[in-house]
């Protein structure tokens, strides 16, 4: 427990302070690699097919992340102590995507803030799953905030979360769920069935991380001053907390929305095909390039609260066994 303890506070830093260099090998894209092949394989037309092979799809995803993590994790330990430290926090950091939430966003927000609004679109299209042709400059910006609003829990407290409880290996599990539903878990004609079983997966893993994600968000606007409405985020949550497809995808989104006083969600465009979505939060301020950074910030003090409360968490089952 103490090396992995040294290993998940060592991870947090650099994920931190390195991110997600893109010449860097990492595992979420092999999961990624291995998602993609499988589905174009296996997939097809044939509901009920589609269905089975999607849950077949599901089981070798995992089986093969978690053998391959335990594999490289234990033998690094066996063969030495140090060489398993180094290789549980590399993979902590890994797990973790908080400066690459931070620095993909944040690009939008200079686009945005020099008048770009193409350059932004560019942008934001690679954290989005929607489309973004239609949106103007406030949908963008809502665009931005709830993708940092949503993945403070999905991308950041949740996978922290899980590694805190069972290392790099739970860790990785989680993120090859998370991977899947974000690949395949679209109700749309080509997903609505191979996808179900991701879908459906995600959704139990995130259940208690995103709420609890929220809470500490709510907690975080009171630390981070009078820029951020605690009193509304709690508000805001408790009355659209529910407002989303997902049970858990408005949970970060409404603390967010009413700590900025902003009004996020609405009709989205997803492969052509208009979604219609409930509001979440009130229109009391125009949303603007602004709210991304403060979003940010939200994000960066939630991970911060959390990653002292998991790591203290740790430390007193050490202390006590």
Not at 265 to 291: H, N, P, R, T, W
Request: some cysteine; glycine content about 8%; charged content about 25%.
């Amino acid at each position: 427990m103490e090396y992995h303890l040294i290993a998940f506070i060592a991870g947090f830093i650099m994920d931190l302070i390195i991110g997600d260099p893109h010449f860097f090998p990492h595992p979420i894209r092999a999961i990624g690699s291995l998602i993609g092949k499988l589905e174009k394989k296996w997939n097809s037309v044939d509901g009920k097919k589609a269905l089975i092979m999607g849950r077949f799809m599901v089981f070798v995803v995992l089986i093969s992340t978690g053998t391959v993590t335990a594999f490289v994790l234990i033998s690094g330990y066996v063969i030495n102590i140090y060489l398993g430290i180094i290789i549980e926090s590399v993979m902590t950091w890994q797990i973790l995507s908080i400066k690459c939430l931070r620095y993909e966003s944040m690009k939008v927000y200079k686009r945005l803030k020099a008048g770009d609004i193409e350059g932004a679109k560019k942008d934001l299209s690679m954290i989005v799953g929607r489309d973004i042709d239609k949106l103007d400059y406030e949908g963008i910006s809502r665009a931005a905030v709830e993708t940092v609003a949503e993945n403070t829990s999905d991308g950041c407290i949740a996978p922290m979360i899980y590694t805190a409880i069972g290392g790099p290996i739970l860790g990785f599990l989680y993120k090859a769920v998370n991977t899947m539903d974000s690949m395949v878990g679209y109700k749309n004609e080509r997903y609505k069935c191979f996808g179900r079983c991701a879908a459906k997966l995600d959704d139990f893993v995130n259940y208690i991380p995103s709420r609890i994600s929220a809470y500490i968000m709510i907690f975080s606007c009171i630390i981070l001053g009078k820029k951020y409405d605690q009193k509304n985020a709690l508000r805001i949550y408790k009355r659209d907390r529910r407002k989303h497809a997902s049970p858990n995808s408005a949970q970060t989104e409404s603390v967010c929305a009413g700590a900025l006083s902003v009004r996020l969600a609405g009709d989205a465009y997803y492969f052509g095909k208009l979604v219609k979505k409930e509001y979440i939060g009130d229109d009391i301020k125009k949303i603007s390039c602004e709210d991304i950074k403060k979003a940010n910030n939200l994000l960066y003090m939630t991970a911060f609260i959390s990653e002292m409360i998991l790591a203290s968490i740790i430390f007193l089952i050490i202390v006590l066994i």
